[in-house]
């Protein structure tokens, strides 16, 4: 019995998936694509027959939808709670109209877009209500679920692969890290800023989540140069700050998710508030300098930032 490690991409990124056990290896995989393609189907922004894309034509009336749909905005609009509206899922408008209104795989194709003129409001997170199968968003709301979905589903895949087949389980998703394993395993994960990159750091990471946000991926050309996925609500426009690239430990991935967000979108005031949130981070700032947080462990000379 030995490892098993599959690896394949979903969603403009990648997938890796880590088993303890090598022979529940193709088991694991079989389940992760199931419900990965169930959290595609209910909650992509980009696709006409998602429960979200119904969901957002409908603003102002309650809509049936898949309680996968429920249980991903419940998260996104407590990710806001906790950060006060700085990871904010009701910045759809603004993202669409920096031109992130296709997947990134065609986005990049794209001619450069005009930067735009207007800033779109952006709708109260505080808002949005939810029953069970059903859901409601404010008026001139458009829900992305991006800044938390990914790293949600990572959790729901480790607990679930787990649950189901009695083994420990490592999985990422573009970055978004959720470990589930006995007490006594641990697994040695490489953190960079962008993936393929050579630089980066090694860690080790028992139970629980890690992510990283970064402005240097997800993103394409403007007429003005370079925008990206990664919107300040304060300003409706993609971040711009001191810090490029943050990541963070937590309970689960989406805890790490949050708090890695929020650094971008803070910059300079970002190790204050980590700190302040128990956080344990790891920030690169946008000279390359790598500053750490808590805990975080410190690099060899051979690991440090570009």
Not at 113 to 124: F, G, K, L, Q
Not at 132 to 145: E, H, Q, R, S
Not at 155 to 168: H, I, P, Q
Not at 219 to 237: F, K, M, Q, V, Y
Request: with cysteine; aromatic share 6%; hydrophobic share 45%.
């Amino acid at each position: 019995m030995g490892y098993g490690v599959s690896r394949w991409r979903v969603w403009s990124t990648y997938v890796q998936l880590c088993v303890s056990d090598d022979r529940m290896l193709l088991r694991a995989e079989v389940l992760t694509r199931r419900l990965l393609a169930a959290v595609d189907r209910t909650c992509s922004r980009f696709r006409a027959d998602s429960d979200l894309s119904r969901l957002n034509a409908a603003p102002g009336r309650w809509v049936e939808v898949d309680p996968l749909l429920v249980e991903a905005t419940r998260v996104a609009v407590e990710a806001a709670r906790i950060t006060d509206g700085l990871v904010d899922p009701c910045v759809g408008r603004a993202l669409v109209s920096w031109g992130y209104d296709v997947d990134l795989e065609q986005l990049v194709r794209r001619p450069a877009r005009a930067v735009p003129e207007v800033v779109e409001p952006t709708a109260d997170w505080r808002e949005i209500r939810w029953d069970v199968g059903a859901l409601w968003l404010p008026p001139d709301c458009l829900l992305d679920l991006g800044a938390t979905a990914k790293a949600w589903a990572a959790d729901l895949v480790a607990d679930t692969v787990a649950a189901e087949l009695g083994c420990g389980v490592l999985i990422s998703l573009g970055g978004d890290v959720r470990v589930v394993s006995p007490a006594d395993l641990s697994w040695p994960v490489r953190v960079t800023e962008t993936e393929g990159s050579p630089v980066g750091q090694t860690v080790d990471l028992g139970n629980g989540g890690m992510a990283t946000s970064t402005l240097l991926a997800r993103r394409w050309r403007t007429e003005d140069g370079w925008a990206h996925h990664l919107i300040d609500p304060r300003t409706s426009a993609p971040v711009t700050g001191e810090v490029r690239t943050a990541t963070a430990l937590g309970e689960t991935a989406v805890g790490a998710n949050v708090a890695s967000t929020a650094a971008l979108v803070l910059g300079d005031e970002a190790e204050a508030w980590l700190a302040a949130h128990g956080v344990h981070a790891r920030l690169v700032l946008a000279d390359g300098t790598v500053r750490r947080v808590g805990s975080w462990p410190a690099a060899s000379s051979q690991e440090t930032a570009a």
